[in-house]
């Protein structure tokens, strides 16, 4: 296998393994920053193999054991002048199989437990969102950079000082257990939809999802349905992400070039996660039902619900948009988010007409939050398609396009405004 070849598999390795390497390396050495760095010594180490002896059976397993032995030397080197780090060396010599097969310990929750330690109250929002996407979700600093609209040597230095932070507060490795998990829970809530969101609609490169980062989300949301059962926005969060990821089979063609709603093959979808996203909903929705509080749904019980009219139609036409924009204005209500009232004037579009809708998106026009989104021209541009209004939409998909750095939805966007120049469209 040629050098190339082989660097192209570490990275793909390297993409799969990374998250649950390092969660796994933190409850083993105590120690965040030691973790990541041990791990990226692990790759290192391959990419100096791995081209002359070839690609390993269970390439996780042996970087698990390589940054097992980066971190033994790394302990004794500290033991010099700690004990503590001699007594961490000691046992992990103990546990170290000579065998790269036997080299990963895995424990289920590893991954959410490294969720928590990142969502540590020691750190600000900012920072426990940043450092989450950084180890767990393995974004680059670049990625995480274009997600929060700021230069990426912030980011970096924002990923510095939150590590110092943990070492510095002793933050304990451990999952939080009593009142410390609640308060940090809706920081996790928050994380692992922003991973979803990754996935399902990558903020910039070649490709238009990463489904990866997709199955990662949802994989955590049903772990933390069984760690908090009786919490609706937990299921509510599970519900959402089960019945987004059933589409993403129907969400690009062969040649990776995205699909509208409109035109998906909606036998594509995944019935088993859709049968899985309505029954977290039905449980969000009875435990809200059963609340002894006058507490409305939440955000994630809400855009379940939402999920959910998609998900139940056969077709866009049979969709209840009625239903659709009812839920988008009690979420806008609830939020507060413009984002969330450009997706209703979408809805209400469908339900009342493209008029109904770009008299929302006027209203919306000047909020300094949506100048850059790129979505609201978007979305401006599909409702004059279907006025018939072309070169206004064509006007508006080449603005969105130059709004957004993903190749796949730049690519779409001009599309649709040649296509739009081209009167080859149908009206709505």
Not at 67 to 82: L, N, T, V
Not at 280 to 294: E, P, W
Request: proline share 4%.
């Amino acid at each position: 296998m040629g050098d190339e070849t082989t660097r192209a598999a570490i990275e793909a390795v390297w993409r799969l393994e990374s998250t649950r390497l390092i969660a796994a390396l933190v409850r083993i050495v105590r120690d965040v920053a030691l973790a990541e760095d041990v791990a990226q010594d692990a790759v290192v180490a391959a990419l100096a193999q791995w081209p002359a002896s070839g690609i390993p059976e269970n390439p996780g397993a042996w970087l698990m054991t390589t940054a097992k032995r980066r971190a033994i030397d790394a302990f004794r080197e500290r033991a010099k002048h700690d004990r503590a780090a001699a007594m961490i060396a000691h046992d992990l010599a103990e546990t170290l199989d000579d065998d790269p097969g036997a080299g990963i310990d895995h424990v289920e929750d590893d991954v959410l437990r490294l969720m928590f330690i990142c969502c540590h109250p020691a750190l600000t929002t900012e920072a426990q969102s940043t450092l989450t996407l950084k180890l767990v979700a393995g974004l680059s600093t670049r990625e995480i950079a274009r997600a929060y609209l700021a230069p990426e040597a912030t980011i970096a230095q924002r990923i510095s000082r939150a590590k110092r932070t943990l070492t510095v507060a002793g933050a304990a490795i451990e999952e939080p257990s009593g009142a410390e998990r609640p308060e940090r829970l809706t920081t996790v809530l928050g994380v692992v939809y922003l991973l979803f969101n990754e996935g399902y609609s990558a903020t910039e490169g070649a490709d238009w999802m990463r489904p990866q980062l997709c199955d990662e989300a949802v994989r955590l949301g049903r772990i933390l349905t069984a760690l908090v059962p009786d919490d609706a926005e937990v299921h509510g969060l599970s519900a959402l992400m089960e019945l987004q990821s059933s589409r993403l089979a129907a969400r690009a063609g062969a040649d990776g070039e995205p699909i509208l709603l409109d035109d998906q093959d909606r036998g594509l979808w995944d019935a088993s996660r859709i049968s899985r996203g309505l029954e977290a909903l039905a449980r969000a929705d009875a435990l809200v039902a059963a609340s002894r509080s006058d507490a409305a749904r939440g955000p994630y019980v809400l855009q379940a619900a939402i999920a959910a009219e998609h998900a139940r139609a056969q077709s866009v036409d049979d969709t209840d948009w009625p239903r659709v924009a009812a839920l988008y204005e009690e979420l806008a209500h609830l939020t507060g988010s413009p984002v969330v009232e450009v997706n209703r004037a979408v809805a209400l579009g469908r339900a009342y007409g493209p008029d109904a809708g770009l008299t929302l998106l006027e209203q919306l026009s000047g909020l300094p939050s949506l100048r850059g989104y790129h979505l609201v021209p978007a979305v401006r541009g599909d409702l004059y398609l279907r006025l018939g209004r072309n070169e206004e939409a064509a006007i508006e998909f080449e603005r969105a396009a130059g709004m957004t750095s993903n190749a796949r939805e730049v690519s779409l966007l001009n599309r649709r405004a040649a296509t739009a120049r081209s009167g080859d469209v149908a009206r709505g």
